[in-house]
């Protein structure tokens, strides 16, 4: 359920397919499938990684949320944005500031996969704690996942496997667009939707910061030993889809409110992970030169 801003709603979701679609397929060609054994033989890892973020993070919102008494649909946005996980630029984020090469990707996939079963029953459980009837058909959050992640990040690692030549010579070229792509996606929806933010008001903002703040700890905590399996598992933690919760909210015709924060959440989120990206990337590039 979009909230109306000085932008039409078209433009809007035709920047996000496009810059969605060249970032996930830009990350698909850095992406070599044999990486994936190295977590295949880290069962354990990979296990407490979706605890952290398809468990852990849910909780911590109803926490927090619970804790500082918000308004009934602030809380539900919150809480609605924590049970969607899988943000799709959070592999290059996570990529970007020195997150593991094979862990975050297998991360990201997993999620994305888990969360056709994860959220219905998310939803389900919140529908008897809240006494609400809201409901979500899985075949709806595969198709979204499918067409948002799945298939750009596919075709990136079919054509680095495939055409491996060809791959090498556009992987740059194709980072940096989907650099640019996404920093001008942030600031058109900064722009857009700037006002939802500055309503949702300063307590609702505080407690999107230290839901994302403790979700980055929780994941640190549970990201293993390596700094870089760490920071994949901190960032994929703290990151969430606001497409799959304005999914939910888009077919359940609910309150523009809970519409509002979650956008909210998107921003004061994003801007909360940047300090912890910084602080991995710049222990990444020590690391490498030590």
């Known amino acids: 359920m979009p909230v109306d801003g000085p932008i039409p709603g078209s433009i809007i979701s035709i920047a996000a397919a496009a810059t969605l679609f060249v970032v996930m397929f830009d990350v698909g060609l850095a992406i070599v499938p044999g990486e994936f054994r190295w977590v295949l033989r880290r069962p354990a890892l990979l296990v407490k990684a979706l605890f952290a973020v398809l468990i852990a993070v849910p909780v911590i919102a109803l926490v927090v949320t619970r804790a500082l008494d918000l308004p009934r649909l602030a809380e539900v946005g919150i809480v609605l944005m924590a049970i ?3 943000a799709p630029v959070a592999l290059r984020r996570s990529l970007g500031a020195g997150g593991h090469r094979s862990l975050a990707p297998a991360l990201q996939i997993a999620v994305a996969v ?25 075949l709806q959050l595969a198709r979204q996942v499918f067409f948002a992640q799945l298939l750009p990040l596919s075709l990136g690692m079919a054509m680095t496997r495939l055409f491996a030549t060809t791959a090498a010579r556009l992987a740059p070229r194709l980072h940096r667009l989907g650099g640019m792509l996404l920093i001008a996606f942030l600031v058109v929806v900064l722009i857009d939707i700037w006002p939802v933010v500055i309503g949702a008001g300063w307590l609702v903002a505080a407690a999107i910061a230290i839901v994302t703040a403790l979700a980055l700890a929780v994941g640190h905590l549970l990201g293993g030993p390596e700094p870089a399996t760490r920071t994949a598992t901190a960032i994929t933690s703290a990151a969430r889809n606001p497409g799959l919760a304005l999914l939910v909210l888009a077919l359940n015709a609910s309150n523009p409110a809970i519409a509002a924060t979650v956008l909210a959440y998107l921003i004061v989120s994003t801007l909360t992970v940047i300090p912890y990206a910084i602080w991995r990337s710049r222990a990444a590039r020590m690391a490498s030169t030590s």
Not at 115 to 138: F, H, K, Q, W
């Open 114 to 138: 888990l969360a056709v079963v994860s959220m219905p029953l998310s939803i389900a459980a919140l529908d008897e704690y809240y006494g609400t009837r809201a409901v979500v058909e899985p």
């Open 84 to 86: 969607s996980p899988g």
